[in-house]
């Protein structure tokens, strides 16, 4: 079909040229990566977690920002003696000032070559009448505020030599598929991470989205969500609670669960070769969808009419019964 259709040729050979360029393109890298920083956020858990392990067995100097003190000691029995591990609370502006001065000791004249956006969370999630402002503005000040708090204060660092800022997003940042402020949150890192590369292209800094699906860590556990979507529902007014009717939190929660359990990938390293693209590359892309429901089902599904992720969400949650 494709031979006998001048057209179908055409565009098959544009694309298999364009993915061979694109390749070509994604293939170099930048040098002397041993003397190149890099400072991650989160990294108790999860993509940070592992990032930062992977960026260390690779000889990438590490600083790890860990927001327990049992998770810097478990990531540094893990890892070699370059790596570094501070303590760091996103939402605490002297804890990142702590943090500034640290890296500054610790890198010198080489100034910061990469910052990774990492540190998240994803509770209270639920429908937004079970929800009060508070919760709102908790996972803000994480997901949104925390990311624009550390990175303007490392900016001069990144600066000096010209270096990267990777932010963690979501397809939660391309279509708001459940209630709360985790949407927005994504969404807010999403806008700012897009003016923030254009604001500093004259710097030389570049700046990455990371978009990843579904995967199997603390944010997506199941059985956290449900502990705490118990307690929204515990909380809620008899006359909210009648709206919603008597088996809607059960329903709730079981749906969520199988789709959760569909849907996560444990394969973490789909989301962390991104970062390590965006860190290494000569030339690192804009956006990286991570995961391949992200790339196949969840971004081409923003680009569609609304209605159609509409329709996905009615059918993927119950419905109240008072309806
Ligand atoms: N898993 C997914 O499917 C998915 C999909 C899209 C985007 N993401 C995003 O990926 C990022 C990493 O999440 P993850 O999935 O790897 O989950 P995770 O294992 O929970 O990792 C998040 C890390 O952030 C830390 N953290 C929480 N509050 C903090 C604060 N105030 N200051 C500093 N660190 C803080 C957590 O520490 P504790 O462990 O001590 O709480 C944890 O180590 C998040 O931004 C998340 O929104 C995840
Ligand atoms: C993180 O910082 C916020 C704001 O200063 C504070 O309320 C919270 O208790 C801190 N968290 C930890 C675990 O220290």
């Not at 204060?153 to 600066?159: I, Q």
């Not at 030389?204 to 929204?232: C, N, Q, W, Y």
């Not at 007014?237 to 008597?246: F, H, R």
């Not at 680009?303 to 993927?316: E, G, N, T």
């Amino acid at each position: 079909v494709i031979q006998s259709h001048p057209l179908l040729s055409l565009a098959a050979l544009l694309t298999i040229v364009f993915l061979i360029c694109r390749f070509i393109r994604d293939s170099f890298k930048v040098d002397s990566l041993a003397q190149r920083h890099v400072l991650i956020t989160g990294c108790d858990s999860g993509f940070g977690n592992f990032l930062a392990q992977q960026l260390d067995s690779k000889g990438i100097p590490v600083i790890a920002g860990c927001f327990s003190e049992k998770g810097a000691a478990d990531l540094s029995a893990l890892t070699s003696s370059k790596l570094k591990t501070l303590q760091l609370n996103v939402t605490d502006s002297a804890s990142i000032k702590r943090a500034v001065e640290f890296v500054r000791a610790e890198v010198g004249q080489r100034g910061l070559w990469g910052l990774v956006n990492n540190a998240g969370i994803s509770i209270p999630i639920g429908p937004i009448d079970w929800l009060k402002p508070e919760d709102f503005t908790k996972i803000l000040d994480v997901n949104l505020l925390g990311v624009i708090d550390v990175t303007l204060h490392f900016l001069p660092l990144l600066k000096r030599v010209q270096g990267r800022v990777v932010n963690v997003a979501s397809i939660f940042g391309r279509l708001s598929l459940a209630g709360g402020g985790y949407c927005p949150s994504k969404y807010g890192v999403e806008a700012f991470s897009d003016s923030l590369r254009r604001d500093m292209q004259p710097f030389g800094i570049k700046v990455s989205i990371i978009e990843p699906g579904f995967f199997k860590t603390a944010v997506t556990s199941s059985k956290m969500i449900e502990g705490d979507l118990k307690r929204l529902w515990d909380r809620l007014p008899q006359d909210v609670k009648d709206s919603y009717g008597t088996t809607y939190l059960q329903e709730y929660t079981e749906a969520q669960k199988l789709s959760l359990g569909i849907l996560c990938s444990s394969d973490l390293s789909k989301v962390t070769n991104c970062m390590e693209h965006a860190l290494t590359a000569c030339y690192p892309r804009t956006r990286y969808g991570a995961g391949w429901d992200a790339k196949l089902l969840w971004i081409p599904l923003s680009y569609m009419p609304s209605f159609m992720a509409d329709f996905v969400v009615k059918v993927l949650l119950p419905f109240p019964k008072s309806l």
